[in-house]
């Protein structure tokens, strides 16, 4: 068989297996194969021989979720690299993130699986059993294969990395001083904090519009709307990132009376958010409306639709008293402060004295340029802010950054506070390790929105922990690598999904 001739689509792979079904022994493996290699063709023989036919399924590009530089091949060469070996009778790319409805579409008499995948409860996303769960309801035999296991990942890291050449040798640094199992039990230790979250709630309304050019009356730009989409942004996001990752997420934020969106909003957060809304009588819920070229993803224009006076006086103060009567409960409070009137006064005064740890975020927006700096606080333990930010509090444009950090935690007393600096990475100081700085990850992006929120949310959580700060800066990259590969706020960074990117950043 030409092996060309041996990938086709999904479907027609079902039919063959179908076709054989009863008359000769069907074996499927399924896999990413991002980087063919000797464990790969030693797992593939293995699984022939196990079978008359062996048929193997892909894991489609837009469900590898290991990071955004992965995979390093697209799907057709992989499924050629594949159809290349003689012990392979038919390939497919894959329908679906996962082997399971797989299985049931093609009914193999044996699933083969890679040694590395022998023991299911090593596997923390639980894929593994729910296909060893497929295999037994379609009497499909579950088997592994017996040989020295190899890893893409470490191969792509080593020889085929992608990264900046900055990227790849801070990462092989870092592998030194930390392994996978150090990080990923950072992540286990976030699984016992109880978190507190407040903060603005802001709606990301998405326009997606064709330009189709200049008014004949007017100099005004003319655009035909195509699709729209409404995001739950905010603290709304901070929340539901929170939510994979902590045992408990407390929610406390104003929305507005008018426009109902109540029942949105409650819709929007993940099962795990515990919310207390407090209604702003007379007001809007804060809606940020953009329109955005629906080709480049370019935003071309923004309208705030708000009230950003804050809530009344006594609905405040009833307010303040709703937060403070469950602080002392948590370990952790994030003040998500967009500037837009939720934490008062009276809020961040309270928060001062009552939070055990208390992170902060003062967000520099075009609603509150120039006028709501991290310099409205008087204490935090620890603070995340992006570089215009920092620079903002101190009315300084083009100085030196470092000492501008130096004086904002000295005055806060902070633990850590985190600078993002966009393509140039991270920078964190701490009163015990000084000055470190991280590169940046992300290699794609899609949409900056919500990235800095997914950053403060993770790394609040780390950095409540105690743990170094390259380790507190090295998790929120990654989740605000994962972020801007995300439309909006369309989904918030998990766990899992982190833990999958870590994996292909530390092999």
């Not at 000797?38 to 699984?47: D, F, N, P, T, W």
């Not at 997420?249 to 099962?271: D, K, M």
């Not at 008087?378 to 950054?401: F, I, W």
């Not at 950095?463 to 994962?482: K, T």
Request: net charge neutral; with cysteine; aromatic share 8%.
């Amino acid at each position: 068989m030409h092996n060309m001739s041996k990938i086709v689509p999904f479907e027609e792979l079902a039919k063959k297996a179908a076709a054989a079904k009863g008359k000769q022994k069907i074996v499927l493996a399924h896999g990413c194969f991002d980087l063919l290699h000797i464990g790969h063709i030693r797992y593939l023989r293995q699984a022939r021989a196990m079978g008359d036919l062996l048929f193997v399924t892909i894991s489609p590009d837009r469900f590898v979720d290991k990071g955004p530089h992965r995979p390093a091949f697209n799907e057709n060469l992989r499924a050629e690299a594949i159809a290349s070996l003689d012990c392979v009778d038919g390939v497919a790319i894959n329908l679906w993130p996962t082997a399971e409805e797989t299985l049931r579409a093609i009914r193999p008499d044996v699933y083969c699986k890679g040694s590395d995948f022998k023991d299911a409860k090593s596997d923390a996303t639980g894929k593994l059993q729910a296909e060893e769960n497929v295999a037994r309801e379609i009497g499909a035999e579950m088997a592994f294969s017996k040989d020295v296991v190899f890893s893409s990942t470490n191969l792509i890291n080593r020889f085929l990395s992608t990264f900046p050449e900055e990227v790849q040798q801070y990462l092989n640094v870092f592998r030194l001083r930390y392994s996978e199992a150090d990080i990923v039990k950072v992540l286990d230790g976030m699984r016992d904090l109880k978190v507190l979250v407040l903060g603005d709630t802001i709606l990301d309304d998405y326009h997606y519009c064709n330009v189709i050019g200049s008014s004949s009356k007017e100099p005004v730009l003319a655009l035909k709307h195509d699709a729209s989409d409404l995001f739950a942004g905010g603290v709304l996001a901070v929340a539901n990132h929170l939510s994979s990752y902590a045992a408990e997420v407390r929610l406390f934020t104003v929305i507005g009376e008018l426009g109902g969106r109540e029942q949105f909003i409650r819709e929007s957060l993940a099962p795990q958010v515990r919310p207390h809304l407090a209604l702003h009588k007379g007001a809007p819920t804060i809606e940020k409306r953009r329109y955005i070229e629906g080709y480049t993803l370019n935003k071309l224009i923004e309208i705030y639709h708000m009230d950003d006076s804050g809530l009344p006086p006594d609905d405040d103060a009833a307010f303040v008293a709703a937060v403070e009567a469950e602080v002392d409960g948590y370990d952790l409070v994030i003040a998500a402060d967009f500037g837009h009137g939720t934490i008062s006064p009276a809020m961040r005064r309270m928060l001062e004295k009552k939070a055990k740890f208390l992170a902060v975020n003062t967000q520099a927006n075009a609603g509150n340029r120039g006028f709501h700096t991290i310099g409205r606080y008087e204490r935090a333990d620890y603070v995340s802010l992006a570089e215009p930010e920092m620079r903002l509090e101190d009315r300084d444009l083009s100085g030196p950054l470092v000492p501008i950090m130096e004086k904002a935690a000295k005055r806060l007393g902070t633990k850590a506070l985190a600078v993002t600096r966009g393509k140039k990475g991270c920078t964190i100081h701490t009163p015990d390790e000084g000055l470190v700085e991280v590169p940046a990850f992300a290699q794609k992006v899609v949409d900056r929105i919500g990235s800095g929120d997914a950053f403060f949310a993770i790394s609040s959580m780390a950095a409540a922990l105690g743990v170094p700060s390259e380790v507190i800066v090295l998790l929120g990259n990654v989740v605000g690598g994962l972020a801007v590969g995300v439309i909006g706020n369309k989904k918030a960074i998990d766990r899992m999904s982190t833990q999958k990117y870590l994996t292909s950043l530390l092999k």
